[in-house]
């Protein structure tokens, strides 16, 4: 038990001197008071240093294939009203999504920016006769309801019962609706009442779409869109006397999840229209973008840089939709940023340094009391093995005073 008590004794950092061999003076306690002030700096640099991240960004090569791209948006038509509003969506691959509805949020708003009462399907002028049946009579009672397309359907059997079928039967004939009020459904619904109860409105149009990640174009315009001759038409031969102000301000837009320090530039932005009607498109650049954290969670997002460009076009003429277009096209490179800590190495060695410091301080202290008392002298530190054996990086070795 001697030898297990020896080597325990030998442990101990601070070796007791007697008190006939030290004094108490003004000029160390300053010494001291110094020099913990000193310490405790060095030990709160250290400490800045141990827990400061290290960014590492890398550009490497795109050679992702197959994946989709998320597109988030947020934007704010304060002149448009939400029955004229639709979203569109196309690529150069041909894929082609009209009138998008899903995950799509429209709110009213009025000329101040406050959100409306939501208006329920189907409601606006009185429904003041029987629907209309495709052969030609009234609906009469316990018979099964089955509207005319008015030419545009593509079955014998096909029924249109409401005004947004008719819209999307014309659509897919490639036809523009020239007068809601000859359409029954249309009239007995009150689709032109219910534009013309929305005039003075604007729109706020959110959700997120899911594309190829491919070149495309997503576009916000007045009216339901349609093919014809090739052609990328908007159904609004009805309206087309009417002047259109696409002034918007796009709350949020973004490519893909976000991510610590994403900055997204058209966040927020503006834009007010000064002639009567005009197309404002957006010129989009997405970079794919890896973020990996310090605790190694990745995060495969997008970031994007635009520019803009506005064209007036002459009132009437319904070759050149209104609307605002989002044009995107991806870059072939893809950017890395990885966050990681300081090299464990060299935290060791700031924490072994400090360690050293704070031990040999007193020894320090206890050598010039001593030269104080005797009159001269002087005192040197070795450092000796706990045990044999030991070799000095691996730091087990202690500090001894020779006088």
């Not at 594309?211 to 990328?232: C, D, E, M, R, T």
């Amino acid at each position: 038990m001697d030898k297990v008590f020896n080597k325990v004794r030998n442990l101990d950092a601070y070796p007791k001197v007697n008190e006939d061999f030290y004094s108490r003076t003004l000029s160390g306690g300053v010494i001291t008071l110094v020099s913990s002030i000193v310490i405790l700096l060095l030990f709160f640099s250290e400490l800045g240093l141990y827990l400061h991240t290290v960014t590492e960004t890398k550009l490497v090569v795109d050679t992702s294939r197959g994946e989709t791209l998320r597109i988030n948006f947020d934007v704010t038509f304060p002149a448009i009203p939400c029955s004229l509003l639709s979203l569109d969506a196309m690529d150069i691959s041909g894929e082609q999504h009209l009138d998008i509805r899903h995950d799509i949020f429209k709110k009213r708003i009025d000329f101040h920016g406050n959100v409306l009462e939501v208006r329920q399907d189907g409601m606006g002028a009185p429904k003041i006769e029987k629907p209309l049946q495709r052969h030609g009579g009234r609906l009469e009672k316990n018979e099964t309801y089955c509207g005319s397309c008015f030419g545009a359907e593509t079955l014998d059997e096909e029924c249109c019962n409401s005004c947004e079928e008719v819209r999307e039967a014309y659509r897919k004939r490639g036809w523009g609706m020239t007068n809601p009020d000859l359409i029954d459904q249309c009239k007995r619904e009150g689709f032109v009442q219910k534009i013309k109860d929305e005039e003075g409105e604007g729109c706020n149009i959110h959700g997120s779409l899911e594309v190829n990640k491919v070149a495309g174009n997503f576009h916000f315009a007045l009216g339901k869109s349609f093919h014809q001759s090739n052609v990328h038409l908007h159904e609004l031969l009805a309206f087309q006397n009417n002047v259109y102000n696409i002034s918007h301000k796009i709350n949020r837009l973004a490519f893909g999840e976000y991510f610590p320090g994403a900055v997204n530039p058209l966040d927020g932005a503006e834009w007010v229209q000064e002639a009567p009607n005009g197309v404002h498109q957006y010129f989009v650049k997405v970079v794919p973008t890896i973020y990996t954290d310090v605790r190694g969670r990745t995060i495969r997002s997008n970031q994007f840089s635009v520019t803009e460009h506005f064209k007036s076009t002459e009132a009437g003429l319904f070759q050149s939709p209104h609307g605002v277009y989002f044009f995107y096209d991806l870059s072939p490179i893809k950017v890395g940023f990885s966050f990681y800590f300081r090299q464990a190495g060299r935290k060791l060695g700031y924490l072994h340094r400090g360690a050293y410091l704070i031990l040999t301080l007193p020894h320090t202290s206890v050598c010039n009391n001593w030269r104080y008392l005797h009159g001269g002298g002087y005192c040197r530190f070795i450092r000796i093995p706990w045990s044999e054996g030991f070799k000095e990086e691996n730091g087990n070795w202690e500090t001894q005073i020779m006088f």
